[in-house]
């Protein structure tokens, strides 16, 4: 059984940084392309970061140069650092990976950025 588990959201003053971290299992974690995602009040879900299993990364436009994913794929966990964050950062964050053409997401932690 595939399980996502996000940890590390919170309260932030706007310029400051979180990092999330997501744990899996039930998957072959080194093979898979791990994504975050975020979804704000009111708004669709929306891609921030992937990394792939060789360690290349992209980024959506609105996050580049301020967050950085990575991962270990001996502890099967995949991070986001998220640095100089601003009041449009605020959703809950979600870690997802697809195995056989299905989606798996984790239940979220919820990140709140003050101004």
């Known amino acids: 059984q595939v399980q996502l588990v996000e940890s590390g959201g919170g309260l932030v003053q706007a310029g400051g940084s979180l990092r999330l971290s997501c744990a899996a299992s039930?998957?072959?974690?080194?093979?898979?392309?791990m994504h975050w995602y975020r979804q704000a009040p009111g708004k669709q879900r929306e891609f921030v970061a992937s990394?792939?299993?060789?360690?290349?990364?992209n980024y959506a436009d609105s996050v580049k140069g301020r967050f950085t994913i990575s991962r270990d794929n001996a502890k099967k966990t995949v991070d986001l650092q998220m640095n100089s964050l601003k009041p449009e950062d605020t959703a809950v964050y979600y870690c997802?990976?697809?195995?056989?053409?299905?989606?798996?997401w984790g239940q979220g932690t919820q990140v709140t950025v003050s101004s």
């Open positions: 997802n990976t697809n195995r056989v053409g299905m989606p798996y």
């Open positions: 039930g998957i072959s974690f080194s093979i898979r392309v």
């Open positions: 990394i792939t299993s060789d360690g290349n990364t």
